[in-house]
């Protein structure tokens, strides 16, 4: 399966890695030839779970290098996901007709591409832990694993085909119900790690405020309602995506307390990508995670306020108007009731 991953960094550097290192032919795509250049010169090195490999990065060139006349079977885009969808015009000239493309980005991507490019996009998610040092030195954070499964649901030859494949790097799972999965992680996403990220620190952290837990429920359970009106069905990964409680609609309950300690459990001292990214000047992911849920609410005629003043405060901390903070969450809470 002739293979791209465009896209060398954490996540893309990894799984490339532990591609070529397993022997498989595997092209790499960088947004910019020095990159391209760099990696050529370095290599790629991965340390961490799952132990050290190194290899030499044959095959590197910029994304624009490539062109119809390469003819992948499969193309892996692990960029961040604004730029996987400014990326998408030219990555749909690299798709032949049975050629397909997996995007591995949290939140609503996959579903964003498969509206530009249609069902050659199989639907993908990670929840492997990866980590660029420098461009070509990368260490892998956990045993977790790729999960890949049809958009539309239901068993595909090409998901096997793709497992087998990629599985020979890295474990990779397959599923029936991506958009439960999906929706499964961009719950958590929206609450543990937005929320994080405007806090200034872990889930553990805010969550200690009666605020912080104020708002921690509410994000999650209006991304809930919106995700259970499109008609997924949140499938459970470390912890069950439905919360005790809920049909009852009672938020307030030792067995709600019970789930939160799980969720904190699995995720309670992570400190968040997306608070890594603020601190880095980086664009976060927001418009694809608490901002996908607002946009996907309005088309089923509801209404997300708590995400979408979720997502106004982090394009404030972005824009330099506001900086992350426990402070802030009281303001979140406010602007959303008023
Ligand atoms: N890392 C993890 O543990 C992890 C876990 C779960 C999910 N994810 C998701 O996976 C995605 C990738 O995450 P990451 O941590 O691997 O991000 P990352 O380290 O920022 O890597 C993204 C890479 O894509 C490159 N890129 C951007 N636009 C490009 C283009 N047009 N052509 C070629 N390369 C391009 C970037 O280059 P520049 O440096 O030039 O921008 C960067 O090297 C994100 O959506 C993230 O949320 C990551």
Request: glycine share 12%.
């Amino acid at each position: 399966m002739k293979t791209l991953i465009i896209g060398i960094g954490a996540l893309g550097g990894l799984i490339a890695a532990r591609l070529r290192a397993a022997g498989c032919p595997v092209w790499l795509a960088t947004r910019a030839a020095e990159q391209a250049e760099s990696l050529s010169a370095s290599g790629l090195r991965v340390t961490g779970v799952g132990g050290a490999v190194t290899v030499q990065a044959t095959a590197v060139a910029p994304l624009d290098a490539y062109g119809a006349h390469d003819n992948f079977d499969l193309v892996l885009l692990a960029t961040k996901g604004h730029d996987a969808i400014e990326a998408a015009p030219k990555v749909s000239l690299l798709l032949g007709p049975n050629a397909t493309l997996l995007p591995i980005q949290n939140g609503g991507v996959p579903q964003m591409l498969a509206e530009r490019l249609g069902n050659r996009v199989l639907g993908g998610l990670s929840n492997l832990g990866a980590t660029m040092e420098t461009l070509g030195i990368y260490e892998q954070r956990n045993a977790g694993h790729l999960l890949v499964g049809e958009l539309a649901g239901g068993e595909s030859e090409r998901t096997e085909q793709i497992c087998r494949w990629l599985g020979r790097a890295v474990e990779v799972r397959a599923t029936g119900n991506l958009r439960g999965a999906v929706w499964s992680k961009l719950l958590l996403n929206c609450s543990v790690t937005t929320i994080g990220a405007i806090a200034g620190g872990t889930m553990r952290e805010y969550i200690a405020s009666p605020e912080g837990r104020e708002l921690f429920n509410r994000t999650y359970d209006e991304a809930l309602s919106v995700a259970l009106a499109t008609g997924a069905q949140p499938e459970t990964m470390l912890v069950e995506p439905i919360p005790p409680g809920w049909r009852a609609g009672s938020i307030a309950t030792e067995a709600r307390d019970a789930w939160i300690a799980r969720i904190l459990t699995a995720y309670g001292d992570v400190t968040s990508s997306m608070l890594q990214d603020i601190r880095r000047g980086r664009t976060t992911e927001i418009e694809f995670i608490n901002g996908y849920v607002v946009n996907v609410a309005r088309q089923f005629g509801l209404d997300a306020p708590m995400n979408a003043a979720i997502v106004e405060t982090v394009h404030a901390i972005t824009s330099g108007r506001l900086a992350p903070s426990p402070e802030l969450l009281p303001q979140v809470l406010q602007a959303h009731l008023s």
